[in-house]
């Protein structure tokens, strides 16, 4: 059974950074894409960041585009989200999530099979 634990979210000021990071287990890490999602109160999740399965590729969100960077450490079996310049419209809870064998970095969460629990990130103004 994969499973998949996010973990780094907190409480930063507009303008600070953080770092979430997913790590996975019960399952083969590499040779999937992975994503990050989020969702904030009363809105619909969407789509935040992609890293296709050899960590070759990678496709983010205009609203994070240049502040955001998804990364992945397959020894780990983690994937990473260094969200910088945050600001307060990025507070949601993050969610990663495991895409399909041998894919690329999709944005449609219909691609994604598996999701974590997801952590709070808040950021004040």
């Known amino acids: 059974q994969v499973q998949l634990v996010e973990s780094g979210g907190g409480l930063v000021q507009a303008g600070g950074s953080l770092r979430l990071s997913c790590a996975a287990s019960?399952?083969?890490?590499?040779?999937?894409?992975m994503a990050w999602f989020r969702q904030a109160p009363g809105k619909e999740r969407e789509f935040v960041a992609a890293?296709?399965?050899?960590?070759?590729?990678?496709a983010y969100a205009d609203s994070v585009k240049g502040r955001f960077t998804i990364s992945r450490d397959d020894a780990k079996n983690t994937v990473y989200l260094q969200m910088n310049s945050l600001k307060p419209e990025d507070t949601a809870v993050y969610y990663c999530?495991?895409?399909?064998?041998?894919?690329?970095?999709?944005?449609?969460?219909?691609?994604?099979?598996?999701w974590g629990q997801g952590t709070q990130v808040t950021v004040s103004s």
């Open positions: 999530a495991r895409g399909t064998l041998l894919s690329g970095p999709r944005s449609r969460s219909g691609e994604y099979n598996y």
């Open positions: 019960g399952g083969t890490f590499s040779k999937y894409a």
């Open positions: 890293i296709n399965w050899s960590g070759s590729g990678t």
